[in-house]
């Protein structure tokens, strides 16, 4: 016996062998040629991710389970996550700016290498190497290639805050004086009445959910870590659609919100009204108004 079979590794299977399984444990598949076409194309373990929550038993799907509509249900989610990326990358990009613009204009263009720039908390040693191996890993790239030939490896914040990942975005929030964050978020979200607290964990939601677009998760029936803090007005959940709601608090563009985010969420769930719910997601019936900016027509 190898020692790879003594740690019970799963042996490989055919797609042959993966049609079996799928119709031993319950799944109708209709048309076979089609079915092997696609497990060719997606990584069987991929796909059994979007069997797995119509497993009513170990080994057994719930009856009707078929393979087009699992398919479908992948689709749509691949979907969705283009749909959801667009709209983050925007909002990740408003907080760059923002928390960039704010600390420039206080603490000077290179003040973030100034630990006293930042709350008491901060571990400036550590922050300092985050900095240094994200300008390595992006040898390659304009921003580092032109500051580097041109100002000698100096980056001012607003330089450097494009490199940032939404996770370490978020961390440089965080460690700001707690003056520079309660300022930040009065300057451009005091119509929404929220705390730096509340940004704080919004933005960790939201770099939670745009991590898991971008490795290609699941979002059908999921439940994510982390739930979102709660406003006066508003109670939240670890489903899709909290982390949805706090997405259109922060997008400031509210026109192109309503016009293209939340049109092609209803469109989405339209198309694919046939195998899936909003409420798969945590939406609930009148989704589309509170998802919806009011905006006044002058």
């Known amino acids: 016996m190898s020692y790879y079979n003594k740690l019970n590794v799963k042996q ?147 330089a450097i805050v494009e490199l940032f990942s939404f996770g370490m975005l978020t961390h440089f929030f965080r460690d700001l004086k707690v003056e520079d964050k309660a300022a930040i978020v009065e300057e451009n979200f005091s119509d929404i009445s929220i705390s730096a607290k509340h940004l704080i964990s919004w933005l960790d939601c939201l770099s939670d959910l745009r991590n898991h677009c971008a490795h290609y998760n699941r979002l059908y029936d999921n439940r994510f870590w982390l739930r979102p803090k709660a406003t006066p007005e508003m109670e939240f959940d670890n489903t899709l659609f909290s982390y949805v709601f706090i997405m259109k608090q922060l997008h400031m563009r509210r026109t192109v919100w309503n016009g293209v985010i939340v049109e092609k969420l209803k469109k989405h769930f339209f198309d694919y009204s046939d195998v899936l719910a909003p409420s798969d997601f945590g939406f609930s019936e009148g989704w589309e108004k509170e998802l919806s900016w009011k905006i006044e027509v002058s």
């Open 12 to 158: 490989p299977a055919t797609i042959d062998d993966q049609i079996k399984k799928l119709r031993e444990r319950g799944c109708v598949i209709e048309n076979e040629k089609h079915a092997k076409q696609v497990l060719g194309a997606v990584n069987y373990y991929r796909l059994a991710y979007y069997f797995a929550p119509f497993f009513v038993e170990k080994g057994h799907y719930k009856k009707g389970t078929s393979f087009e509509k699992v398919l479908k249900i992948y689709d749509f989610d691949r979907e969705l996550r283009n749909v959801l990326l667009v709209a983050l990358e925007e909002i990740e990009i408003t907080i760059r700016a923002i928390c960039s613009n704010y600390h420039a204009l206080k603490y000077g263009a290179l003040g973030y290498k100034n630990p006293d720039s930042f709350d008491r908390t901060h571990n400036h040693r550590q922050f300092i190497s985050k900095l240094e191996r994200i300008v390595e890993s992006n040898g390659d790239s304009g921003i580092v290639a032109h500051h580097k030939g041109k100002y000698g490896g100096e980056f001012p914040v607003w």
